[in-house]
């Protein structure tokens, strides 16, 4: 899998990219009646239990507006917290806190957001099942989500279309399974091969082939327990296909390895997070 890195530099540009949307073409003009030379300190606190991520994203929507803003945490990256928990204080001129604060919000409130629901998931299932997320990410904040994910306690599937071969449903439409299974064993060059099925006529006409995970679709867990039993000696096993935090638990008691989850970035709710001055 790509390597995922959240670097001073992948921050600072993201961030840029938030603050001149918000800030485009003339800046924030409400804020502005604030006086400037006007010191204040606001704290950050959490309205809700949640695990903290995305602190640096914080810091340096405001360092960015104004590098004298001083950014003391309180609470770790990655931190479990509890409702009106303090979990940073800002310190700086009024209207240049102001400036960044909605910006602020939104990130720590999402990436909060993946890695608190992440870890609902984690808390849910046995030590041996694995909890992942997907590519059914927000575009151009895949990075940060998988990072999220992480925080949470969870794993990261193939994080483009190069890292793997995922042999889905319509590739199988498009051609036969047997077909394009021995063609990706083919043409593996070092990469992993994992094969979607929606029944287990298709996991009979590839089982013994040498790939590396099954991945069980949409199957009630009577079906998906047999389904396990039959892959279990020669492949890793996951399951996917409308997961919820009331389903996830009977899903993994069937001994599925891993469970991938598209929700816990597509639709995530966001933290509720407040600036307190």
């Avoid at 001073?8 to 030379?37: C, F």
């Avoid at 940060?144 to 969870?154: D, E, P, R, S």
């Avoid at 063609?183 to 593996?188: D, E, G, P, S, V």
């Avoid at 979607?196 to 009577?222: C, P, S, Y």
Wanted: aromatic content about 6%; proline content about 1%; hydrophobic content about 40%.
């Amino acid at each position: 899998m790509s390597q995922i890195k959240l670097s001073n530099y992948y921050i600072k540009n993201k961030v840029k990219l938030a603050l001149n949307e918000d800030l485009y073409p003339n800046g924030d003009i409400t804020s502005s009646l604030v006086k400037n030379t006007k010191i204040i300190k606001v704290k950050l606190i959490s309205n809700q239990q949640a695990v903290v991520a995305g602190l640096e994203f914080v810091k340096q929507t405001f360092k960015l507006i104004d590098n004298k803003i001083k950014f003391s945490v309180k609470k770790k990256e990655g931190s479990l917290v509890k409702k009106n928990d303090l979990i940073a204080i800002i310190e700086g001129k009024a209207e240049n806190i102001l400036i960044g604060e909605r910006v602020a919000l939104n990130f720590i409130s999402h990436i909060s957001g993946v890695a608190t629901i992440t870890n609902q998931f984690v808390k849910l299932v046995n030590k041996k099942c694995k909890i992942c997320c997907t590519r059914k990410t927000i575009p151009t904040l895949r990075v940060i989500q998988k990072y999220a994910v992480k925080l949470g306690g969870g794993t990261n599937h193939r994080f483009n279309l190069s890292d793997e071969f995922l042999i889905k449903d319509n590739h199988i439409a498009s051609s036969d399974i047997k077909t394009l299974v021995s063609l990706a064993i083919k043409n593996k060059k070092g990469r992993k091969i994992t094969v979607e099925i929606d029944n287990l006529n298709q996991l009979k006409q590839i089982i013994g082939l040498k790939f590396n995970t099954v991945l069980f679709d949409n199957m009630n867990a009577n079906t998906l327990k047999t389904g396990v039993k039959m892959a279990k000696k020669y492949y890793e096993t996951e399951a996917s296909g409308n997961v919820n935090l009331k389903s996830v638990k009977k899903i993994a008691a069937t001994g599925v390895d891993r469970i991938s989850i598209g929700s816990i970035t597509h639709s995530v709710p966001a933290v509720d997070f407040k600036l307190e001055i």
